[in-house]
Each structure stands twice: as structure tokens, then as C-alpha cells.
């Protein structure tokens, strides 16, 4: 019996060879999209989980120390871990991350020098790898990181520094001042869903700055991890008061008293965060690596969901649409002696081997695809489709429920039928089924109009980021990083390229925008008595970084070379003006304090320009000469450049660097480029809308053109008559297209505020953001009606110029 089902579903799929390929096909595609963005999520949600214990570890967190309000940092001070297990018997261990800054390797092969430049160096305590979950291809686990100048290398950077051999036991020459470091160990590749990666792993007293700040509550530069078993409540609740408890002799050292510090706003305060919610937590800043988001995932989700639900309404509006044509072929069976029973389990094996059969090529297409998804939307996709007990379970009822819901309206609607009423033809498509299809349609077009409307409103956003003015220039401006590893050969080096033709101006700063960090420090003001202290972003610059960046000057002048005394003067930015209480009238020659030590006074205001993302707000700022000896900086050269002119100027660059530097590689990005490193995350969404937009029109395309068919048959006889009456092709077209028409008009309107509110909630995250206009509903209503006409305009045209006299008679 179960053959015979086989049998008559293969000779039915052959007999409607074009829509059982619309059916397959629109499915497939939506299985793949589905599959693909199912395992990215299972991906995103899978990180830190692999760690022994891993529910058990948690890493702690800070407040901003000057700005409370700000929110929450993943950097603690290096005492806090001590301070932790000290205060806390249910801390079973605890566990330091520190970042150094990025540093040449040099590895000696017969007296000459191979250098490379690293910037994945961890230096953690000995304790790593019983901490965490990474593994380690040789040495000893306890005994790798438990001494001075010692490093663990990972597998690649042992195959890149020592090729095949073995690298334990080997020396690296680290540094500038090329230090000699043990290989102590070669770590296994860490998983790709891990929140920490690294190349080089120092031991901690490796690492001179913390050892230098080591008992330092100020000095935040550090990621404490602890592990917990119990009492994680008690523990969290008792950080509140740790600093209070812990810290006072290190204010001590620094001259002032909790008191002072607090009542300067200044607070430390502390919480735990699993280590398996840090990759999906945007709201900490200052991570080991970036981050994602819960919205990502709530987004790409939907979107699977929708996805999915459009390939599944084409499947079944198809399936139940063309069931009507089969009322004669269930009346003959039921004449010559099939039951009810036989006949829906004939309907519902023939829906569930059709979409079997879909999902099975929408499987092949997803595992072609990963690799071009990986490549182009810059996602994840490294685990394998099948490889997931979750991926394969959804494979094997995906097919069984959609075929059972697209065989359930033929299966027991069609089989009710008399067969006497069935052979006179009395059956066809009644107007509650039309008006579900209909229904359907609404729905699957609402999607991608939502789709369509978003992928406009992120690419006008960010296209708004990349055009407007932040105050500073960007364009054809190329940033030349570390430029302090050439030591007192810096202002040799930008005098050299100055020289080189193709180059209009070259300049030294600190940080020249886009996507980097400034650092914050205090700057004390002080009238009479009273005394105010106002958090700013520092940066350095040289007496040609603000003319270079072309920042405007609204008072005051720039740095003079000249002039000694620029070394102990600054220039602010509007808002550093305005949060110190001072006007353009009377802001320069005011006298600022750092650190309530040294004393600078100010010489000029430029307009408030944003070196960041414009999803931030522009901070109060100061730009203190280059020469002024107060924080550790890197710092870069700017050199601006003629576009005609650019492989020249980079020919030089590398001349110059290597006369100055042989053993320092040159790295270099252009500023315009890191600008826009910090919307990769808004620009990966972008991608990924205008793809499953089109992937969405297309979907409901492949239905709307299966439908426009059957519509088009169902209408045979009406068609002819008009014809024959006098109605042109074109009025035809017309009339067969107004019902898709109206279906899309009301789509439209559906898919309007939802739109405006999911866009407005992503737009909330952009200090300067666009509005949302009619324009963009305009353009989407109109792609979607123009790609419906042109999908059902081939079936009615097809329908309209049928000879009447022939439509007319099979009828």
C-alpha cells in the first residue's frame, strides 16, 4: 500500500512538474536562509561554555571610577583579585588579565633577526589554564606561566616564528630593548567561540607596568575573573563596600583620603557577571574583544522565524491552492472503492515527500552557502550544518509538520465530498479558502516590505555617519602607528615625509580618531576657595595636528614650535569650555590643574569635533603638545596626501621607515577606514537585511507567481467571455493584477508602524541620527507593487491572449 502512495505522489509531481518546483524551490530556500542563521545563533550562544566549570566563573566588573553614571567597565585595578579571595572564603580562585601594548618579536637565526609585530599578547597569572578551558599542545599546564620572562605561544605563532620545529624551549627576543623570553609552552587553537584569544600568553611579572602599578586602585587596567561555587549573592553583595575596606592605604600613597576622593564624584564600585554573558552584553565597555548584543540575536531570530513562515505559506497556499484540481481524480477513487482513511494518507504522504524533498536541497543549499555567507556578511558560520543534535532534529520535523499543515486542508476538505456532486464538477475553489490565501499573501508581503523599509533606513543611517560632519577631517589622511619605537628619530622621520612630494602636512599626536580610544583625565579648577574638577578625554598633538585635521579655531591660537611655553598649555574643545562655566570672552589664559600638581593654562578653543562613533555623545576634550611629559602614550603620524598621488607617498613611507627602523615593522591604516571599523557591527546588519529582504521578495514572488497561475486557470472561462465582449489584453492584465495589487496596498499599510518602531528603537543608539520619512514607506510600497506586477504580469498576459474561442470551448 505504502508503494502505491509512492507511486501516485511521483506521477502527481511529474504531472505538475511547474508547481511542485515552485513548491520545492521556494522552501529550499527558505530552509537554507533558516539553517544558515540558526547555526550563527547557536554559535553566538554558545560562547565560554566550554570551559570546565564554566558556570561557576564569573568576571568582575567596575564602575567608571570618575564618571558613575556612565556605566559599567570589565577593567579593575590590580589589587581587587587579592582583595576578593581575602573577603570572600567562597572565591575558590581568582584569575588576572592584562592587555601590553603591541610588541616586536625578533627570533635570531645565525646572528641576523627575523622581527614581527604582535598585537594579540595577553599577560596573565600562572594559574591560566587550570582556570580556564584552553588546552596546551606541549608543556606543563601548572609550571608554563609560573615564572619571570616566560611565554606560552599559540599554535600559530609558533608555526610563524619557528616553522615546523619545535618552539618549547626556545627563546623570543621581546620588546624594543629585546628582552630574551622562554617558550614555555604551545597553547592548542582556542575555539572560536571563546570571549579571549591570544597569540602571546606572558607570565605576569613579565609585564613591567604591573608590577610597576601593582598596588594602584587607580590604575584600572586589568580583567578579574573569579570562580565561585556558592553564595554568589553574598559575594555581590558585599563588593559594594570592598574598595572602602581594602584600597584606603593606596589613596593613602596617593595623598588624599577616600572622603577626598569620593566627594570628587569618584567611586568604586564592583559587581559579577558570568563568563558566558559577556559576548552578548554590548553594555560593559572596555572588553578583551568585541562584543555582540542580545538584540543581534533577538533580530536574526525573528527574521529565521519570518523567513521561514513565508517559505512555509507558499508551500502551503500552493499546495491547498491546486488541491481543487484533484476533486475529480477523489471522486473516481472513491467510486471504485477507496475510503476516507486511504485517501489522507495519500494527500498528507505526497505534502510531507514534497517538502522532504525541499528540505533536503535546502540543506545542500545551506552548506554551499556558509562559506560565501562567511566571506561576504562577515559572520561565524564555522560550525558545520549537520553537526548540532538541535540542527538535526529541526531537519527531521521541519518536513513532517510543514507537510502535514499544507495536507491537512485537501486531506479531510476534499476527501468529505460526494463523489456524485464531485463528477458533475460542481467543486471548486470555495471563497473561505480564497480569502486564507489572500490572508496569507497580506502577511507574507507585510515581511518584506519590512525588510525592504529597514535595509533603506540603515543604509541612509549610515550613510548620514559617513557624510557628516564631525568637526574634523578625515579624508586622505593616513595614520602611521608606534611611531614612538623610533624614539628620538620621530621628528626626523616627519620631516622626511614632509619632504616627499604627494604629502601636504604631516603631524604627531596621540590619537587621531576613528576607531580608537581617548584617555580620560582630571583637570582641577580652582576659583577662590572652591575647586572644580571636570573628567576629560586627553589627547596629544604637535603645532600641525589641528591645523592638519582641519579643526576650526573659534579662540585663541595653536601650538607655536617656537615657544617653550606651549609645553605647559592646552587646547580645549566648546564643551571642556562650557563644563569649566567659561565663554569665548574669557577662556584663554585660564589655569587648569593635573593631578593637582602641575599647572597648564589655556591658549585656544577649536569646535567640538568627534574623533569617535557619532553613537556617542562628543566629550569635553584637551589637547595637551606633544612635548608635554604627562601620560603614556603611543604615539602616531598623521600624514595628509594627495589621492592622485597616494602609491607614491606610500613608497616613501616604507623608504623612510626602513632607513630609520630596521627592526620595527611599519604598520599604517587610513583614517577614514578606521572611522568606519566602528559601524562594522551596524554595516554586517545592513548586509544582512538587504539579503534576506531580497531573499524575502523573492520567497513570496515564487508564490505570488504560482498563484497568479492558478488564478489565471481558475479564471479561464471569465477571461474568454470578456474577450469575446471586447475587452483588451490590457484591461485583462489589469483586472487579473488589481486583487495582488490591493493585497499589497494593504501590506503597505500593515508594515508601516512596524517598521517605524523597529527602526526607531535601532536609531536610539546614534547621538545624530536621520528621521524616518514617507519616502522610504514610498520606495518600498513601490519595489514591492513594481516586482508583483512584473511576478503576475507573465501568467495574466499569458492568460489574456489565449484564443477566446478555445478557453471557451474546454470549458
Avoid at 285 to 307: K, P, R
Amino acid at each position: 500500500m505504502i508503494k502505491n502512495y509512492f507511486k501516485i505522489a511521483i506521477r502527481n509531481f511529474l504531472r505538475n512538474k511547474f508547481y511542485a518546483g515552485l513548491n520545492i524551490l521556494g522552501l529550499s530556500v527558505g530552509v537554507a536562509v533558516a539553517l544558515l542563521i540558526s547555526v550563527y545563533l547557536l554559535h553566538e550562544l554558545s560562547y565560554d561554555n566550554f570551559h570546565v566549570n564554566g558556570s561557576e566563573i564569573y568576571r568582575v566588573n567596575q564602575t567608571n571610577i570618575w564618571d558613575p553614571e556612565g556605566g559599567w567597565m570589565s577593567r579593575t585595578p590590580p589589587p581587587v583579585a587579592d582583595a576578593m579571595s581575602a573577603e570572600f572564603p567562597e572565591v575558590e580562585a581568582t584569575l588576572r588579565i592584562n592587555t601590553p601594548n603591541a610588541a616586536i618579536v625578533n627570533i635570531e637565526h645565525g646572528g641576523a633577526y627575523n622581527s614581527f609585530r604582535e598585537t594579540s599578547i595577553l599577560a596573565v597569572d600562572s594559574n591560566f589554564f587550570d582556570f580556564f578551558g584552553f588546552k596546551l599542545q606541549e608543556g606543563s599546564p601548572d609550571k608554563a606561566l609560573s615564572q619571570m620572562n616566560a611565554v606560552v605561544l599559540s599554535e600559530e605563532a609558533a608555526r610563524r616564528f619557528f616553522g615546523d620545529d619545535s618552539a618549547l624551549g626556545k627563546t623570543i627576543l621581546l620588546g624594543d630593548d629585546k628582552t630574551p623570553v622562554e617558550v614555555t609552552g604551545v597553547a592548542e587553537k582556542q575555539p572560536t567561540n571563546a570571549h579571549i584569544h591570544f597569540d602571546l600568553l606572558l607570565s605576569m611579572p613579565t609585564n613591567p607596568h604591573v608590577k610597576r602599578f601593582e598596588w594602584s586602585w587607580i590604575w584600572t587596567q586589568m580583567y578579574t575573573y573569579v570562580r565561585l561555587k556558592d553564595g554568589v549573592e553574598k559575594v555581590e553583595e558585599g563588593m559594594h563596600g570592598l574598595a572602602h575596606k581594602y584600597a584606603l592605604d593606596a589613596f593613602k600613597r596617593l595623598g588624599i583620603s577616600m572622603a577626598d576622593f569620593e566627594s570628587q564624584k569618584g567611586k568604586l564600585d564592583f559587581e559579577l557577571q558570568p563568563v558566558e554573558d559577556i559576548h552578548l552584553n554590548a553594555s560593559v565597555g572596555g572588553n578583551l574583544e568585541q562584543v555582540s548584543d542580545m538584540t543581534y540575536i533577538y533580530i536574526f531570530g525573528t527574521v529565521a522565524i519570518f523567513i521561514m513562515l513565508l517559505a512555509g505559506i507558499n508551500f502551503v497556499n500552493l499546495t491547498t491552492a491546486r488541491a481543487a484540481n484533484r476533486a475529480k481524480e477523489i471522486g473516481v477513487k472513491k467510486v471504485l472503492g477507496s475510503g476516507r482513511p486511504h485517501l489522507i494518507r495519500q494527500f498528507l504522504l505526497e505534502s510531507v515527500m514534497l517538502s522532504s524533498i525541499a528540505t533536503l536541497i535546502g540543506l545542500g543549499f545551506a552548506e554551499l552557502l556558509r562559506f560565501s555567507m562567511v566571506d561576504y556578511l562577515d559572520l561565524n558560520l564555522s560550525t558545520g550544518i549537520m553537526s548540532d543534535a538541535r540542527i538535526l532534529g529541526a531537519v527531521v520535523v521541519l518536513p513532517l509538520l510543514l507537510g502535514v499543515l499544507a495536507g491537512l486542508y485537501p486531506a479531510f476538505y476534499l476527501t468529505s465530498f460526494q463523489p456524485a456532486r464531485v463528477l458533475k464538477g460542481n467543486v471548486a475553489s470555495g471563497a473561505k479558502s480564497a480569502g486564507l490565501r489572500n490572508v496569507l499573501v497580506v502577511f507574507q508581503f507585510s515581511i518584506a516590505i519590512i525588510l525592504v523599509a529597514s535595509t533603506f533606513v540603515i543604509y541612509k543611517q549610515l550613510k548620514y555617519c559617513e557624510t557628516t560632519d564631525l568637526g574634523m577631517n578625515k579624508d586622505h589622511v593616513l595614520v602611521v602607528k608606534e611611531v614612538d619605537k623610533l624614539h628620538d628619530q620621530m621628528n626626523a622621520f616627519k620631516q622626511e615625509m614632509n619632504k616627499v612630494s604627494g604629502v601636504h602636512a604631516a603631524a604627531l599626536g596621540s590619537v587621531m580618531g576613528g576607531n580608537t580610544s581617548n584617555a580620560l583625565e582630571d583637570l582641577f579648577y580652582r576659583e577662590g576657595q572652591s575647586e572644580k574638577k571636570i573628567s576629560l578625554a586627553t589627547v596629544k598633538g604637535d603645532e600641525d595636528y589641528v591645523p592638519l585635521l582641519d579643526m576650526q579655531l573659534l579662540a585663541g591660537r595653536n601650538f607655536v614650535k617656537s615657544n617653550p611655553s606651549d609645553k605647559s598649555a592646552i587646547i580645549i574643545n566648546e564643551r571642556a569650555m562650557k563644563a569649566f562655566g567659561w565663554s569665548l570672552d574669557n577662556v584663554l589664559g585660564q589655569k587648569v590643574e593635573y593631578f593637582e600638581s602641575v599647572e597648564f593654562h589655556v591658549i585656544g578653543v577649536v569646535s567640538d569635533f568627534n574623533m569617535i562613533s557619532v553613537k556617542f555623545q562628543i566629550p569635553p576634550l584637551a589637547i595637551f603638545h606633544t612635548e608635554a611629559n604627562l601620560f603614556n602614550d603611543n604615539r602616531l603620524l598623521a600624514v595628509k596626501y594627495d589621492p592622485q598621488r597616494l602609491q607614491e607617498v606610500i613608497a616613501s613611507l616604507e623608504t623612510n621607515w626602513k632607513l630609520l627602523s630596521e627592526s620595527v615593522p611599519l604598520d599604517y591604516v587610513f583614517l577614514d577606514e578606521s572611522f568606519a571599523e566602528q559601524y562594522q557591527n551596524d554595516q554586517k546588519l545592513g548586509s544582512l537585511f538587504s539579503v534576506f529582504a531580497t531573499l524575502a521578495l523573492l520567497i513570496a514572488c515564487l508564490g505570488l507567481f504560482g498563484l497568479a497561475s492558478f488564478m489565471a486557470a481558475q479564471r479561464n472561462k471569465e477571461i474568454g467571455v470578456r474577450k469575446v465582449l471586447g475587452a483588451s489584453v490590457a484591461q485583462i492584465v489589469i483586472l487579473l493584477n488589481s486583487n495582488f495589487s490591493k493585497l499589497i496596498i494593504i501590506s503597505l499599510f500593515i508594515s508601516i508602524p512596524v517598521v517605524w518602531w523597529l527602526m526607531s528603537k535601532w536609531l536610539e543608539q546614534f547621538v545624530i541620527r536621520i528621521d524616518i520619512g514617507w519616502e522610504i514607506y514610498a520606495i518600498s510600497g513601490f519595489c514591492a507593487i513594481s516586482i508583483a506586477w512584473l511576478t503576475v504580469s507573465y501568467q495574466s498576459i499569458k492568460a489574456a491572449v489565449v484564443d477566446p474561442v478555445k478557453s471557451l470551448k474546454e470549458e
